[in-house]
Nanobody, 125 residues
Framework: QVQLQESGPGLVKPSQTLSLTCTVSGSTITAAFDHWKWVRQPPGKGLEWIGTISYSGATYVSPSLKTRASIDRDTSRNQFTLQLRSVTPEDTAVYYC?????????????????RGQGTQVTVSS
């Protein structure tokens, strides 16, 4: 059974960097053809795709966040990470990590079946 768990600070000050980690169990992030992504949902708004990292380590980031977002991985810990720089209150959201459903777009703004429970991040001074 594949499980994902987000971790990171729940409160970040404006202009700082948000760092989140997704720990995967029951599978490896290097498993062939699997892709892993970050999605967020601001309060009262729809889901927004942030970025995806593939089994090979290739990364894809939303054009709207490309200048601020980075996705990386630690294969020894079976984790992948999100860094979002220069945050503002508009970055307040529930952040989810997930495994991309096979056959779906790497950049889909959806919540796949296999995903973490989500973590609330608030940007406020």
């Amino acid at each position: 059974q594949v499980q994902l768990q987000e971790s990171g600070p729940g409160l970040v000050k404006p202009s700082q960097t948000l760092s989140l980690t997704c720990t995967v169990s029951g599978s490896t992030i290097t498993a062939a053809f699997d892709h892993w992504k970050w999605v967020r949902q601001p309060p009262g708004k729809g889901l927004e795709w942030i970025g995806t990292i593939s089994y090979s380590g290739a990364t894809y980031v939303s054009p709207s966040l490309k200048t601020r977002a980075s996705i990386d991985r630690d294969t020894s810990r079976n984790q992948f990470t999100l860094q979002l720089r220069s945050v503002t209150p508009e970055d307040t959201a529930v952040y989810y990590c997930a495994r991309v459903d096979p056959g779906t777009s790497l950049g889909a703004s959806d919540l796949p079946r296999i995903r973490g429970q989500g973590t609330q991040v608030t940007v406020s001074s």
